[in-house]
């Protein structure tokens, strides 16, 4: 039987009820202005998720993966997040250390687009990072290795170590990593039903960045 959702597709909506203004041609030199106006637009309305990005990686020989990853801070550096070393995107990572990430407000019809070569950070940042999470993120961790198969024993090893952070409460995952993307590309995206999608490009180069608007 032919198997085809095209119609549900279609059907949905793609704008938002709200949409924030974007005087795309008075915008700054540098994205980082820019960026921290639509971060904080999205919070301030409430956007859901709004420091959840998708990070885009690939092994040396060029298979794809994504997933989605929880920023824990944005600075003049780039873009920061935390996840296993041994994970799927730690081992690409380690093998191709390159990346692209994609923050989505959708309530906001606006996306950031990233590309740039990542770094690992120091020990520190990586343990700041884990003890931020939630206790029962945090025992995930420590109970079994990122997307490995679900042991039978499960339960138990998550209980032990909820009761090993009841212990210690600073236990830190040694295999936790902080992970850091120094963008080449920033790229906004925003969609409007007053002036179509309009996208503006941040390219660094040596003495500073070049700004240049992109046909939708």
């Given at each position: 039987?032919p198997?085809?959702?095209?119609?549900?597709?279609?059907?949905?909506?793609?704008?938002?009820?709200?949409?924030?203004?974007?005087?795309?041609?008075?915008?700054?030199?540098?994205?980082?202005?820019?960026?921290?106006?639509?971060?904080?637009?999205?919070?301030?309305?409430?956007?859901?998720?709004?420091?959840?990005?998708t990070?885009?990686?690939?092994?040396?020989?060029?298979?794809?993966?994504?997933?989605?990853?929880?920023?824990?801070?944005?600075?003049?550096?780039?873009?920061?997040?935390?996840?296993?070393?041994?994970?799927?995107a730690?081992?690409?990572?380690?093998?191709?250390?390159?990346?692209?990430?994609?923050?989505?407000?959708?309530?906001?019809?606006?996306?950031?687009?990233?590309?740039?070569?990542?770094?690992?950070?120091?020990?520190?940042?990586?343990?700041?990072?884990?003890?931020a999470?939630?206790?029962?993120?945090?025992?995930?961790?420590?109970?079994?290795?990122?997307?490995?198969?679900?042991?039978?024993?499960a339960?138990?090893?998550?209980?032990q170590?909820e009761?090993?952070?009841?212990?210690?409460?600073?236990?830190?995952?040694?295999?936790?990593?902080?992970?850091?993307?120094?963008?080449?590309?920033?790229?906004?995206?925003?969609?409007?039903?007053?002036?179509?999608?309009?996208?503006?490009?941040?390219?660094?180069?040596?003495?500073?960045?070049?700004?240049?608007?992109?046909?939708?």
């Amino acid at each position: 039987m032919p198997f085809s959702l095209a119609e549900v597709l279609a059907a949905s909506s793609t704008r938002p009820t709200d949409e924030p203004g974007w005087a795309v041609d008075d915008s700054p030199e540098e994205p980082w202005p820019l960026l921290e106006d639509w971060l904080r637009a999205a919070v301030d309305a409430r956007v859901l998720a709004a420091r959840t990005v998708t990070l885009a990686t690939a092994t040396a020989d060029g298979t794809p993966s994504a997933r989605t990853v929880l920023l824990s801070d944005v600075t003049q550096d780039g873009f920061w997040f935390a996840t296993s070393a041994s994970g799927p995107a730690g081992r690409d990572l380690a093998e191709n250390p390159v990346a692209s990430l994609v923050w989505y407000a959708r309530e906001q019809s606006r996306q950031v687009r990233v590309t740039g070569s990542v770094v690992r950070g120091d020990a520190d940042r990586a343990a700041a990072a884990f003890r931020a999470r939630a206790a029962r993120s945090r025992a995930v961790t420590l109970a079994g290795r990122q997307s490995a198969p679900l042991p039978s024993d499960a339960a138990d090893r998550l209980q032990q170590a909820e009761l090993r952070l009841e212990r210690d409460p600073g236990l830190v995952d040694p295999d936790w990593a902080a992970y850091l993307v120094a963008p080449a590309e920033i790229e906004f995206w925003q969609s409007r039903h007053d002036a179509g999608e309009q996208r503006l490009r941040y390219r660094r180069e040596p003495h500073g960045w070049r700004s240049e608007r992109l046909w939708p």
